[in-house]
């Protein structure tokens, strides 16, 4: 594939104090190392959406729903970084899901969880089903940072990086395979 992959990494978490910036931003460095992709970074907290769809939005909601729709529907690729709120993913994820749902079909979705012990990784459990639903091809391999706020210093750098970058390496290679395959897929045949 000659033309970079466009990957949206989107940043799950809107909560006050969240940690999901310096995780997202770290796995963004990763991914800029990466060859052959293109990344766009998407916080959903600078870009808020309410809880009730509606047929024809509020002018406001509807600026903001035509931007995350135009950036969903660039994107060959995509990877949540979601933190586990109550052995979950956040509400913040769904309602995006929820807005966007047309624009994950037949694309390849891959995750960086963080958390306490458990890592994240009932969210990213409990989303594959969801995303299952859409027509998404979810990764196996995941990107998981367990106590996480104990692993990063203060320039938002983890302290031992080898394991999480070689994760990181993994999860970046095999989300290139499926978006170039799923991208080529989507051209000779529209889902």
């Keep these: 594939m000659s033309t970079p992959l466009h990957v949206l990494i989107v940043v799950g978490s809107i909560r006050d104090g969240r940690f999901g910036p310096t995780v997202a931003n770290w796995f963004t460095r990763q991914a800029e190392q ?15 959406l309410p809880l009730r769809l509606t047929q ?7 600026a903001v ?18 933190p586990e709120y109550n052995h979950s993913y956040p509400a ?3 309602n ?13 979705v891959a995750f960086v969880s963080y958390g306490g012990l458990a890592g994240g990784l009932r969210s990213v459990e409990a989303l594959r089903v969801v995303l ?10 995941v990107v998981s940072f367990h ?10 750098d983890l302290k031992q990086p080898e394991a999480a970058t070689g994760a990181a390496k ?3 290679d095999r989300l290139t395979w499926w978006g170039q395959a799923l991208s080529a897929a989507r051209e000779l045949q529209p889902y």
């Design 170 to 172: 993994i999860l970046l």
């Design 96 to 108: 995006l899901i929820d807005w966007t749902s047309e624009q994950w079909r037949a694309k390849p």
């Design 147 to 156: 106590n996480a706020s104990t692993l990063f210093d203060e320039d938002g």
């Design 34 to 48: 990466h060859s052959g992709l293109e990344i766009d970074q998407l916080d959903l907290a600078e870009h808020p």
């Design 56 to 62: 024809t939005p509020a002018a406001d909601t509807a």
């Design 132 to 141: 299952g639903e859409l027509h998404t091809a979810t990764l196996r391999d």
């Design 65 to 82: 729903f035509a931007a995350l729709t135009e950036r969903f529907a660039n994107a060959d690729a995509i990877v949540l970084v979601t």
């Design 92 to 94: 913040s994820l769904k």
